[in-house]
């Protein structure tokens, strides 16, 4: 009995594992041709055997190429049926677009449900040289900029490339610079060269770039111009700023001119203009880069002063420049406790004011002019004493005096002055005379005058000789002097102005800043 189980066990063993003959189709691909050699851009065309090898028909064979993701793109097929026992024959194609040169194997795959088979191709790319010149580099450069060139070889090629670069440069038609190197540029890579310009003289220039790799040649070109304008400037103290501005051949302002006043740097606005405001006098270096034309010039910066005198009801005003001299069409205003009045001065510098309308006590002036800094006192103004009436003593008309006046003697004549006494008046006049006429024709006049913070002193040579080796020498706490003429030294609280030579009636002006 229990054999026959185990029997029964066995027979059942041996029907499970013995397989059945099954009527699956199975798929071969065969490839016709299995090599190419191609370059970019180049088509393949891959003829392909595809066979059904079971006994039951294939329905929607997928037939495609399989190979490097990128430098190709491959056809997919579909074969809606192959007979048992028959075989297809197709094509299939692969666009060959940029790949790198080099040898590459790709698969043919032909597929149904999970039956593949597959074949392989090899492919050759051969090497591409290809690339290409630029130049980068404007058209117009004003003169006094900055040029910069861009040289670039751009590769193309699907291989690395080694090759001679070189350039050269023209103004007006002469050669300046040249260069010349063999470089080494990797696949589809970019080599830049650098050229810089540092402010180029005017001029017409052409950039020539040449290139050579394994014999391919090429070359271009680039023109470009550098121009300087004709500019013209214009600097000066006015209303409180100094204003600078820069115009072209036509009178128009120029904007983008870089302007240095003491340092500071501006730009001119569209206008062409610059306006530094000041409250300070002294004297302002001005720098400009007209185009790369560098120029240099000063602007004095000057304050108002004003004296007075009093007559009166009337005020007498002096307004002066800080070497003394007076200055004209300055317009005055007088502020009192009884209104305000206003006023210009002469050609000299002199204005009267009536007191009498801005009332007496405190009194503000202001003196304003376009080209000097203004000025601002305050007065004291006394009110006049009025003269004292005198007490009449004529008689009453048609009265008889009390006392009748006794008959006046005549007065004897006066005596001749004696001669000696004559002689001696005229000695004395004439040494009067002669000592007067000395210090006016042969001595120097000196004056010495102080406004505010400043310190003023004059020196005139005498009429009929010049003055040499002058030297003034002064204790006073000096922050900074100026003259018109000769030498200062500030030593400690002392300064000393020194002249060489004066001509007759010549002047020159110390102005101290105390």
Do not use: C
Not at 160 to 181: A, C, D, Q
Not at 182 to 189: D, L, P, V
Not at 198 to 220: I, R
Request: proline fraction near 6%.
């Amino acid at each position: 009995m229990k054999f026959k189980v185990f029997l029964l066990i066995m027979v059942l063993l041996i029907g499970i594992t013995v397989p059945r003959a099954s009527a699956y189709p199975l798929i071969s691909v065969h490839v016709l041709r299995d090599s190419f050699e191609v370059s970019p851009g180049d088509t393949i065309i891959i003829p392909v055997r595809i066979s059904n090898l079971g006994n039951e028909s294939i329905n929607n064979v997928t037939l495609y190429v399989a190979g490097p993701a990128s430098g190709f793109r491959y056809q997919t097929k579909t074969i809606r049926s192959i007979p048992a026992n028959q075989s297809v024959l197709e094509t299939l194609i692969v666009e060959v677009l940029s790949p790198d040169a080099g040898a590459y194997s790709m698969k043919v795959i032909a597929s149904a449900g999970s039956n593949f088979a597959q074949d392989t191709v090899n492919v050759r790319v051969r090497a591409k040289i290809a690339y290409t010149l630029s130049i980068n580099v404007g058209d117009r450069y004003l003169y006094g900029k900055n040029v910069t060139a861009q040289l670039l070889v751009n590769s193309t090629s699907n291989t690395p490339m080694i090759g001679t670069v070189e350039f050269y440069l023209y103004r007006n038609k002469k050669i300046i610079k040249s260069y010349s190197s063999t470089i080494y540029i990797k696949t589809r890579e970019t080599w830049e060269h650098s050229l810089l310009l540092p402010k180029p003289e005017p001029g017409n220039y052409t950039l020539v770039l040449k290139a050579d790799f394994y014999g391919n040649s090429k070359m271009v070109n680039k023109s470009f111009e550098v121009y300087q304008r004709s500019l013209r400037y214009e600097a000066e103290f006015r209303n409180g700023a100094i204003l600078v501005r820069v115009t072209d051949g036509r009178g128009q302002g120029v904007q983008g001119i870089n302007v240095q006043i003491n340092g500071i740097q501006f730009t001119t606005d569209n206008h062409g203009m610059v306006s530094y405001a000041v409250d300070t006098p002294g004297t302002y270096r001005i720098k400009l880069n007209l185009d790369g034309k560098i120029v240099e010039t000063v602007v004095g910066v000057r304050k108002l002063f004003i004296r007075t005198v009093q007559q009166n009801r009337t005020l007498l005003v002096h307004v002066l420049d800080p070497t003394g001299k007076g200055v004209g069409n300055v317009t005055l205003k007088a502020t009192g406790p009884a209104g305000t009045v206003y006023a210009i001065t002469n050609s000299s510098g002199w204005a009267e004011l009536n007191l009498g309308d801005t009332g007496f006590g405190t009194v503000i002036l202001d003196a304003e002019n376009p080209s000097y800094l203004p000025a601002k006192i305050s007065i004291n103004a006394e009110k006049p004493i009025p003269p004292k009436k005198e007490t009449s003593t004529t008689p009453p008309e048609n009265t008889t005096p009390l006392i009748t006046p006794a008959p006046t003697t005549p007065a004897p004549p006066a005596a001749k002055t004696s001669l000696p006494y004559t002689g001696i008046l005229l000695i004395l006049a004439a040494l009067i005379f002669a000592g007067t006429s000395y210090m006016t024709f042969f001595m120097p006049a000196t004056l010495e005058e102080r406004l505010d913070r400043y310190y003023f002193v004059k020196i005139k040579a005498p009429k009929l000789r010049g003055l040499k080796n002058f030297r003034y020498e002064k204790q006073i706490n000096a922050a900074d002097a100026r003259a018109t003429k000769g030498r200062i030294r500030i030593d400690g609280n002392t300064i000393i102005w020194e002249i060489e030579e004066l001509e007759p009636e010549e002047e020159a002006f110390l102005q101290v800043l105390l």
